[in-house]
Structures are given as structure tokens and as C-alpha cells.
């Protein structure tokens, strides 16, 4: 852990959904600090609330509770994603678009290039040119990865990103999450993987919206 503190700062968060007699807690009182140069697996049960946490991370969602801080501010409505960059299990890809249009779009936004090396690193180079509705699921959900990295974010939070691979591109995943940690984005990653799992620096356990470990 860095000396200079956390890049993420979760306090006290909750999130809940309805009112009254139909209200559902999703997150209860969830502190958590994330550095710089680290991958933080989050672990639990389907419907423990990991992808709630990822969603009020990334301010995909708003926290009911408590509050988010990254890099000491607070979290704005709609971060930047040089700020917060998320994987979610929904990829949101532009599927008229090629591989490398849909991987470099946040860049091009910002009038920057993006790194072929990281289709290469994810095996996507030679899908590059193709249209992503015309790739596999697979091929789509590291498209969406590579989209994650391209603009070098202080924080990456990843949902499930193993979910639709095999075994060797489980570990072009496991490089990709190398590549965030050397540098320097403190890396999230809700996982059921245990090979993410083991690669990770830290593990947190979620159970029913708390953190138990």
C-alpha cells in the first residue's frame, strides 16, 4: 500500500433501491480503500452486491449513502474516464463500429491516439478491422477491456471481465490487469475467477451488501 494513502476512498456507502416496504438494500456501510498499483479482487456469492459496488465506483449509479473519493475529491456525477474506467458485464460497444474504433473511442474523444499494443496484448489485432457485432462474445468482451485501458485511468474496475473467455485468453485478461497495476491505476475486479483471484494483491469479500473480509 501506498504511503501517500488510497486513490479510492469508499466511506460508509450504502445503496438501496424502492421506498418503503419495497425498499432492497443492495450496499450496507461498505468502506473501502483501493492504491495505486494494486488489483483488488472483490469476491462473493451472485447477488452479494458486487456489481452494485462496481456501478457506485465508476458513478454509474449514485451511492443512497455515505460517500466516494478519488484521489481525495469527491466522485462528480460523471467521471471522467481518465478518472474512473468501467467494464460492465453489459459491454455497451458500438457494434457498426470496428474492434479498434469501439477500444479507442475515449481517446479519440480527447483528440489522443490510442496504443495498438493493447489489441495486441489482448489478442485483438487481427480483428482490429473488424465490425464488433461481426466478432465473438469473447472477442467483445476484451474489445471492451482494451476500451477500459486506453486512456490510462487512475482507476479501473472491472466486472466479470473473464466471464466469456478461455483459458488462454483468461490469461491475455490476467497481463491486461498487469498492465493497469505497473501503471499505477488502482484495479478493481469483481470476479468469480480463481485465477484472478490468486493473481490479485488483495481479496475482499462481499456477503448481502457488507464487507466481511
Not at 443492495?26 to 473501502?32: F, G, M, Q
Not at 494494486?38 to 452494485?52: P, Q
Not at 484521489?71 to 478518472?83: A, C, H, I, K, T
Amino acid at each position: 500500500m501506498s504511503a501517500s494513502g488510497p486513490v479510492v476512498r469508499m466511506t460508509a456507502v450504502g445503496r438501496s433501491y424502492g421506498h418503503g416496504a419495497q425498499r432492497v438494500v443492495a450496499l450496507h456501510d461498505v468502506d473501502l480503500d483501493l492504491y495505486a498499483g494494486e488489483v483488488v479482487a472483490l469476491v462473493g456469492r451472485s447477488g452479494s452486491g458486487k456489481s452494485t459496488l462496481c456501478h457506485v465506483l465508476a458513478g454509474v449509479e449514485p451511492a443512497t449513502s455515505g460517500s466516494v473519493e478519488v484521489d481525495g475529491r469527491s466522485l462528480p456525477d460523471e467521471p471522467d474516464w481518465q478518472d474512473v474506467a468501467l467494464l460492465p458485464q453489459r459491454l455497451g460497444l458500438a457494434p457498426e463500429l470496428t474492434v479498434a474504433e469501439n477500444a479507442f473511442l475515449p481517446c479519440w474523444v480527447r483528440g489522443e491516439n490510442g496504443e495498438a499494443a493493447v489489441l495486441d496484448l489482448l489478442g485483438l489485432a487481427d480483428v482490429a478491422g473488424r465490425r464488433a457485432g461481426a466478432t465473438s462474445l469473447g472477442e467483445q468482451q476484451r474489445t471492451a477491456i482494451a476500451r477500459v485501458l486506453s486512456t490510462g485511468p487512475r482507476v479501473v474496475v472491472m466486472d466479470e471481465p473473464t466471464g466469456h473467455q478461455d483459458d488462454d485468453n483468461v490469461e491475455r485478461v490476467r497481463r491486461a490487469l498487469d498492465l493497469a497495476r505497473s501503471r499505477g491505476a488502482a484495479v478493481l475486479v469483481a470476479t468469480h475467477d480463481e485465477r484472478i483471484v490468486r493473481s490479485a494483491d488483495r481479496v475482499v469479500r462481499l456477503e448481502s451488501g457488507r464487507v466481511v473480509a
